[in-house]
């Protein structure tokens, strides 16, 4: 494997997580046995491996044990509103219905009285035309396209359901968040209830219903929750083994690199990237010998875009933070910022609320850079 940490991993390279894959297909078995699966919410910090989460959940729907249809979706903050997600969202839907194999071979099936023309457009998009003047809201736009996708499609074709996998779903906050959990999950509920077995599986920043007011509370309440957190010792390993498949001290390399990085997947993944490169061919991994060049190389690509996105005293407020002995720190000892500062890091996930009024920097190797540059 070549880690890449810019981009989800590959479902078929993807390490560790076992309980967490296993509570998703689990939920799969329970949908197939009553028809409506449960929904999923993936909460963790940036870089944790929320959207390669996703995407092996995404390809776990189309396991034969559980022949669903899985509908990955970015959610970009450019979106807007509910009603231009909801459009989005279905044309996206019809790509995947139009590229499912079973869906295909279903439709070629009835070509002669259906233009096999519409595969091309998307078999919602064409059918959606006649009522769209009725479709007046997001929700609507959905339900139409779900219910009449599971009449036409779905069921002929045999596939068990559908999970939409929406990525980063706090970028849509128009008109605010709260509305937002609560349009969505009034919107799966009622699939549950009119038999239709489509279910959303979304992730999000691990702070992500705790912002939610107690208004939304049912929309709390609507999802399985999954919150990710850094790599255990063994998966560490296990991911060591997947890309330095002939070193020979895996073990006690894989020890350091968790001990640097506390086993926060995009972290390992970027200084793995820079090692595999550094010592291509070697049978055994030197762990000092290339860290200072890649600690530079991280500081350029990551730790000053970090800094790019905040106000100077923001900046000077985040050294203070790393200045401090300990690495949680209580925001009384800091009275000289007023709590909208800490509020702002820790929205630009700079900062992690660890409790009430207590915070630490996002990860050590942060605080690291922080201490070392002024
Ligand atoms: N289960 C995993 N197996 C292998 N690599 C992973 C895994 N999870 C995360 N990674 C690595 O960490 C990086 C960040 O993960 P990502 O899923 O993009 O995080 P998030 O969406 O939470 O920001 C990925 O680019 C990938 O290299
Ligand atoms: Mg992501």
């Not at 009384?332 to 909208?340: L, V």
């Amino acid at each position: 494997m070549i880690p890449e940490p810019n981009f989800p991993v590959k479902p078929d390279e993807f390490v560790g997580r076992r309980p967490q894959v296993e509570a998703f297909r689990q939920a799969l078995r329970q949908g197939m046995a009553t028809g409506r699966t449960p929904s999923f919410a993936v909460l963790g910090e940036w870089g944790i491996g929320k959207s390669s989460l996703l995407s092996k959940c995404s390809a776990v729907c189309e396991e034969p044990e559980f022949d669903m249809l899985p509908v990955p979706f970015s959610v970009s903050n450019e979106l807007g509103d509910y009603r231009r997600f909801a459009e989005l969202l279905v044309n996206t839907f019809d790509g995947c219905l139009a590229h499912a194999q079973s869906i295909q071979a279903r439709v070629r099936g009835e070509a002669q009285n259906w233009k096999l023309k519409s595969v091309n457009v998307g078999p919602v998009a064409l059918q959606r035309q006649t009522p769209k003047l009725f479709l007046t809201s997001g929700t609507a736009i959905l339900r139409h396209a779900v219910q009449d996708a599971w009449r036409r499609f779905i069921q002929p074709a045999q596939l068990n359901g559908i999970v939409f996998f929406l990525d980063d779903l706090d970028n849509l906050a128009t008109p605010s968040q709260d509305a937002i959990a609560l349009a969505l999950r009034d919107q799966f509920q009622s699939f549950g209830i009119e038999n239709i077995n489509c279910s959303i599986c979304f992730s999000a920043p691990a702070n992500y219903f705790s912002n939610i007011r107690s208004l939304a509370e049912p929309a709390v309440r609507f999802y399985d929750k999954v919150y990710l957190g850094p790599f255990s010792l063994p998966e560490t390993m296990e991911y060591i083994e997947a890309i330095f498949e002939k070193v020979t001290n895996r073990a006690e390399f894989a020890q350091w690199l968790h001990s640097k990085t506390g086993g926060h997947p995009y972290f390992m993944a970027f200084i793995c990237r820079q090692y595999a490169q550094l010592t291509y061919g070697d049978d055994k991994l030197d762990a000092t010998e290339h860290w200072h060049e890649i600690f530079h190389r991280l500081e350029k690509e990551k730790f000053s875009a970090d800094l790019a996105q905040v106000t100077e005293r923001e900046v000077h407020l985040l050294r203070a933070l790393a200045r401090c002995e300990e690495q949680e720190i209580n925001r009384k000892e800091f009275a000289d910022y007023a709590r909208i500062y800490f509020t702002r890091l820790t929205d630009k996930g700079l900062l992690t609320r660890t409790g009430r009024g207590h915070y630490r920097l996002y990860h050590p190797l942060f605080r690291e850079f922080l201490r070392q540059t002024k």
